[in-house]
């Protein structure tokens, strides 16, 4: 978001300043009223939805189903509905903006949200719900390697099959995140394409669950001038102890290596038509190990 910028206060200005020396209104006739401005329709407020619906995750990323969704105030307070075993949701009533729910299971520490309205209108509602147990201490400074699958010999280089990176765990800033549950971990140590050198990372009591791909990867290494090695992948594992010293679980996922003609832009892109070579090795045993330094 922009602050208003000091050309823009001078345009102003200069623009006040024109109106006053060369009005630009139209000349009035003796007797004749002036034209009336055109008339303005006020914003309308936004209907109540009819129906809404949305999904609950523990603060690992699990779905929770048995949930007991309850609109606790409004028109239609005390209506509620259960979550599926997906963790979705679809309660009817008249709900507005101002309308608080509530979502409540035994084992977890209960939440309220209100719903949003998303580009065309409808309405939705998401939260996300902390176990009672509390989260494994995880923050502070690792080591992070990925190794691939010894499958994939064949067809990645030699080079790309494993990679060390410093890193460090922090709390996430998103808003509204349960304290001590998720985090963003930061690699350094290599160059990586923009916005692709870091992931997340979720706990719920001693569960951890890591992911490093949303619909693409989100780790791109630059590994030589127009070569690029790009890690998409998740993985979840149980941890002993109030706190994480390691971690070493295999994921699925995949190592992709694109060698192109030039430098690629800030988006990972590996078309065909700029490839030199291109290897992809897709597994359930790749690993991932962190080690707490």
């Not at 209907?47 to 969704?69: E, H, L, M, N, Q």
């Not at 105030?73 to 101002?98: C, I, Q, R, W, Y």
């Not at 490839?275 to 992809?280: C, D, E, W």
Request: glycine share 10%; net charge negative.
């Amino acid at each position: 978001m922009t602050n208003t910028t000091l050309t823009g206060i001078v345009v102003l200005m200069l623009a006040s300043g024109a109106a006053g020396c060369n009005d630009s209104r139209p000349p009035t006739i003796p007797g004749v009223p002036p034209p009336s401005p055109p008339a303005t329709t006020p914003p309308q407020p936004t209907p109540p939805a009819a129906s809404v619906s949305g999904y609950v995750y523990d603060s690992a990323f699990r779905p929770v189903g048995g949930v007991k969704i309850e609109a606790v105030d409004g028109a239609s307070a005390g209506v509620s509905t259960t979550t599926n075993g997906s963790g979705g949701f679809a309660l009817s009533g008249t709900f507005d903006e101002s309308v608080t729910f509530r979502a409540s299971k035994d084992g977890y520490i209960a939440a309220t949200a209100t719903l949003k309205r998303n580009m065309s209108g409808g309405a939705s509602l998401s939260f996300t719900l902390t176990v009672v147990a509390a989260p494994v201490a995880i923050a502070g400074d690792y080591t992070v390697t990925f190794v691939a699958d010894s499958a994939c010999a064949g067809n990645l280089p030699e080079g790309v099959r494993e990679r060390i990176y410093p890193a460090t765990i922090s709390q996430s800033t998103y808003p509204g995140a349960p304290p001590q549950t998720q985090f963003n971990v930061t690699l350094t140590g290599a160059p990586f394409l923009p916005g692709h050198g870091s992931f997340y990372l979720g706990v719920a009591g001693d569960y951890v669950a890591i992911f490093f791909g949303d619909h693409g990867p989100l780790v791109v290494e630059q590994v030589a001038p127009n070569a690029y090695l790009a890690l998409d992948g998740w993985t979840a594992v149980f941890v002993e102890g109030p706190a994480v010293s390691t971690i070493s679980a295999p994921f699925e996922g995949s190592f992709e290596y694109c060698d192109l003609k030039s430098a690629m832009g800030s988006r990972y892109d590996c078309p065909s038509a700029q490839v030199i070579s291109k290897a992809r090795c897709e597994s359930k045993n790749h690993r991932l190990v962190l080690t707490r330094r």
